[in-house]
């Protein structure tokens, strides 16, 4: 396994990020707008086609205004 894209790490943050956005009533847009990062790059987090960076989870995070911790916090 490659520690750097574990798959299933990547898929459990991208359906909880989708969770947290939908929990706001976000759309994808409006959450790319609001964290000035690209659409494309929001939806293949949710859907765990790609590793974020440090400084996206907390464009992420501030959007959706909460702590990167909580944003992150995802359970086995």
Not at 2 to 15: A, H, I
Not at 29 to 56: C, D, G, W
Not at 62 to 70: D, Q, R, V, Y
């Amino acid at each position: 396994m490659n520690k750097l894209r574990n798959t299933e790490q990547l898929t459990k943050l991208g359906n909880r990020l989708r969770m947290l956005r939908n929990s706001k009533k976000l759309t994808l847009e409006q959450l790319a707008f609001a964290a000035e990062v690209e659409l494309s790059q929001i939806y293949r987090i949710e859907t765990a086609k790609i590793n974020p960076t440090y400084t996206t989870l907390l464009a992420l995070a501030a959007a959706l205004e909460m702590p990167i911790s909580e944003l992150v916090s995802v359970t086995d």
